[in-house]
């Protein structure tokens, strides 16, 4: 699943493929993508005629601006995006395809269908569903030292819970979750009240350096995200446990431990991270 660098990835390559087209036309094959409006008819008018003016990126949301809309979308399990020639055949599982005056087209698929679209008036956005309850983003201002430790404080849940809600911190997930609390040697089922001041604070730097070291290595596989055969790249190189069952430990040679936290698949280093 697409995490924060992920799709930051996807938003820079976007950027570069469609910024400045021009909306001729689209084409919805698969209606439940489109969660607003509930009028499908009305989805394709509000975007008619309009020019992507930019991209943004808000936890693991893509913002599209089109002239005074915003298009809300999560590519959630398997979403992804293509920048085709509306002259080639659609590939199996696109749902969405936004045809552009040039000729060319924004095609999404998704082959689980569980990713959705949103577009709102641009403005309204961040204050309704999906976005409104949406935590800092890690790499802004907004996440500092001070916010990240206060808002832990009675918190009764374990660290790697904590992590993984979005209303908490935004974009983190299953893999970047895993890798931060390895680079801060803490266990994910540590209970948050817990943990010290120096191991918030290791966290809370772990959590931004795991998420810069991964979006700048993205930048350099961008092209295998719209077009090729379009897999998700999830930065292999880098990954330091998640997925390493069994693997030695890069720092110690203990092998990797997988579990369920949280009910999710869990790595870490008993060695590293202990209890
Ligand atoms: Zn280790």
Redesign the pocket.
């Known amino acids: 699943m697409p995490e924060l660098p992920e799709v930051e990835t996807v938003k820079r390559t976007l950027t570069e493929l469609i910024v400045g087209k021009q909306v001729a036309d689209v084409i919805i094959t698969l209606p439940r993508i489109i969660q607003r409006p509930s009028d499908l008819e009305e989805f394709r008018q509000q975007l008619l005629g309009t020019t992507i003016q930019r991209i943004e990126r808000r936890g693991k949301f893509l913002k599209i601006y089109f002239d005074g809309w915003v298009l809300v979308s999560h590519l959630r399990m398997e979403g992804k995006y293509r920048v085709e020639d509306a002259s080639e055949p659609p590939a199996k599982h696109t749902h969405v395809r936004f045809r552009f005056s040039d000729r060319s087209e924004l095609r999404y698929l998704d082959v689980r269908q569980f990713g959705t679209m949103h577009l709102f008036k641009a403005g309204e956005e961040e204050t309704s569903k999906p976005l409104d309850r949406l935590g800092p983003e890690p790499l802004t201002k907004a996440f500092t030292l001070e916010n990240f430790r206060s808002r832990m404080v009675k918190r009764k849940t374990n660290i790697k819970a904590l992590l993984l809600n979005q209303s908490f911190v935004a974009g983190l997930g299953n893999i970047y979750v895993d890798e931060a609390l390895h680079h801060a040697k803490i266990h994910p089922e540590r209970g948050v009240a817990t943990l010290s001041e120096e191991e918030q604070e290791k966290l809370y730097d772990s959590i931004q350096s795991t998420i810069k070291k991964a979006i700048a290595v993205g930048g350099s596989s961008v092209r295998s995200y719209v077009d090729g055969n379009g897999e998700m790249g999830m930065f292999q190189l880098q990954i330091q446990v998640y997925g390493r069952k069994e693997e030695p430990?890069y720092?110690?040679?203990?092998p990797i431990t997988r579990t369920v936290v949280a009910g999710r698949g869990t790595h870490y280093?008993s060695?590293?991270?202990k209890v």
Do not use: A, I, P, V
């Open positions: 430990c720092q110690c040679g203990t280093c060695n590293c991270q």
